[in-house]
């Protein structure tokens, strides 16, 4: 099928209009008029992806963060993001990314990292657009409250994560979690508003730790990669179901190279 029937399925859930204002969503490198038979759906556009990408037979990569935030000045091949491009282009791959537009839609990024933490009754967190009601992050609750130690317990299981750092901000169970994939600290404050018990993010500095102290809100590090990488297997089941749907041929393919930057001893 053309690039572009893919595309209609993607911003079908996720609508680039739900992006913030920095952020670049969308087709990045390619033409929508090309012919896509298999696409494979990553977190980053790395070179380890597009190599993985190039030996299954991918003619396109669906990835969360954008390979290509700003202008581009240069092209070096010599360097990084030169050869990325280089080797993209020249095996006519096209790449799509669906950024802030999926972390808010409603069945992304959030929506999986609540299920994925055992969340139920959630409802969105923090207000993207007033006129839309759209919400980037998620406030839910457990089934049952229990002890900060094993909800961490659960969330490091659930996310399959390495490591996952907490901050003790109050002595109560855990019963009401907000939440907000990547690196959402700047939302501690309002999880604390709302009464959660505890916050779920990831890349929490220092002070942003005494800050959740100093407002008596429990903080969850899972870290950047753990809390979004799960959405890429939904993604791509997704993608099967609209080609499905559609009576399309289309294999969808996850990646398997990637991993956290982060390593710990």
Wanted: aromatic fraction near 8%; charge should be negative.
């Amino acid at each position: 099928m053309k690039c572009q029937v893919i595309v209609d399925m993607l911003e079908r859930l996720a609508p680039k209009r739900l992006a913030e204002e920095w952020d670049n969503p969308g087709l990045l490198v390619g033409s929508f008029r090309q012919e896509v038979r298999k696409v494979y759906v990553c977190l980053d556009v790395s070179l380890p992806a597009a190599e993985e990408a190039i030996a299954c037979g991918a003619d396109m990569i669906v990835a969360h963060h954008p390979m290509i935030f700003k202008g581009i000045r240069q092209v070096r091949t010599d360097l990084y993001d030169g050869r990325l491009l280089q080797l993209l282009l020249s095996h006519n791959i096209a790449v799509y990314a669906a950024h802030t537009n999926l972390d808010i839609a409603q069945g992304g990024v959030n929506d999986v990292l609540a299920a994925a933490v055992g969340l139920e009754r959630v409802e969105g967190f923090a207000v993207t657009d007033e006129a839309s009601g759209a919400c980037i992050g998620r406030i839910g609750y457990l089934p049952e409250a229990k002890a900060l130690e094993k909800f961490v317990q659960q969330v490091k299981e659930g996310l399959q994560a390495d490591c996952v750092r907490f901050v003790r901000g109050n002595d109560r169970m855990v019963r009401k979690v907000a939440l907000c994939s990547g690196a959402g600290a700047e939302f501690i404050g309002k999880a604390a508003f709302k009464g959660a018990d505890v916050y779920l993010t990831g890349d929490v500095k220092y002070h942003d730790a005494q800050k959740a102290v100093q407002q008596e809100i429990s903080l969850i590090d899972a870290g950047h990669f753990a809390t979004e990488f799960p959405v890429v297997a939904v993604l791509a089941d997704y993608l099967r179901q609209e080609a499905a749907a559609l009576k399309k041929p289309l294999e969808v393919v996850t990646d398997t190279v990637s991993a956290d930057f982060f390593e710990y001893v």
